[in-house]
């Protein structure tokens, strides 16, 4: 089920994973197990149908039912002329689907499948997180949080090793963030804060896409 969704969140690892490669210049190697007595990832709130997606609707019909307009990008290889529109809605469980002028498509599923989805998207990215808490090649990195649509993530290190460290990982959150609030039509909005582990103290403060600009 989520063909397409799974290989974004495969895509996200991949980009999770680079960020270790990044500093170290060798194959990423996560380290699932840790010593320290630092806390690992635990998410701030947990969903169970997420305060930023309107659910209210004017028309009867929309009740039931959420709209998503995933981007054409998200469609990228395939042969959109000969796209079999109703194989997707079958494969994903989703009610319809339909092509937009500029490659993009809009799906129309349940709630419930809508927060199944979203829930299947928060797990996956709090698992490549975790990966990340004291990995091999982030080893300064003691704590990801986050609030329930990723708009506010808070990353604990160890100052003095982050500081000196070639450091991507707020680039690569926010890129994984971003995908969450697409599935919630959510316009891009990622504060990433880097707090030193030992004293509570911000180190910095970094809102995507902002940063990207200029």
């Given at each position: 089920?989520?063909?397409?969704?799974?290989?974004?969140?495969?895509?996200?690892?991949?980009?999770?994973?680079?960020?270790?490669?990044?500093?170290?210049?060798?194959?990423?190697?996560?380290?699932?197990?840790?010593?320290?007595?630092q806390?690992?990832?635990?998410?701030?709130?947990?969903?169970?149908?997420?305060?930023?997606?309107?659910?209210n609707?004017?028309?009867?019909?929309?009740l039931?039912?959420?709209?998503?307009?995933?981007?054409?990008?998200?469609?990228?290889?395939?042969?959109?002329?000969?796209?079999?529109?109703?194989?997707?809605?079958?494969?994903?469980?989703?009610?319809?689907?339909?092509?937009?002028?500029d490659?993009?498509?809009?799906?129309?599923?349940?709630?419930?499948?809508?927060?199944?989805?979203?829930?299947?998207?928060?797990?996956?990215?709090?698992?490549?997180?975790?990966?990340?808490?004291?990995?091999?090649?982030?080893?300064?990195?003691k704590?990801?949080?986050?609030?329930?649509?990723f708009?506010?993530?808070?990353?604990?290190?160890?100052?003095?090793?982050?500081?000196?460290?070639?450091?991507?990982?707020?680039?690569?959150?926010?890129?994984?963030?971003?995908m969450?609030?697409?599935?919630?039509?959510?316009?891009?909005?990622?504060?990433?804060?880097?707090?030193?582990?030992?004293?509570?103290?911000?180190?910095?403060?970094?809102?995507?896409?902002?940063?990207?600009?200029?």
């Open positions: 089920m989520f063909k397409k969704i799974t290989s974004i969140i495969l895509a996200l690892t991949l980009i999770l994973s680079f960020v270790g490669c990044a500093q170290s210049n060798t194959e990423s190697t996560v380290n699932p197990s840790s010593s320290s007595s806390p690992t990832s635990i998410p701030e709130t947990t969903a169970t149908e997420d305060p930023a997606v309107d659910y609707v004017d028309t009867d019909e929309k039931l039912t959420v709209d998503v307009t995933l981007p054409a990008s998200f469609f990228e290889g395939e042969d959109m002329a000969t796209f079999d529109t109703d194989a997707y809605v079958k494969e994903n469980g989703f009610n319809s689907a339909k092509l937009n002028e490659g993009s498509m809009t799906v129309t599923m349940t709630k419930s499948k809508h927060r199944e989805l979203l829930k299947e998207i928060s797990t996956s990215l709090d698992e490549n997180f975790a990966e990340l808490i004291e990995g091999e090649d982030t080893p300064y990195i704590d990801i949080t986050h609030n329930e649509d708009t506010v993530v808070t990353m604990k290190v160890d100052r003095a090793a982050y500081e000196n460290a070639f450091d991507m990982t707020p680039f690569a959150i926010a890129m994984s963030a971003a969450y609030q697409m599935f919630i039509e959510m316009e891009t909005h990622v504060e990433i804060s880097i707090v030193d582990v030992a004293t509570g103290e911000t180190i910095k403060t970094t809102t995507y896409p902002d940063a990207l600009e200029g």
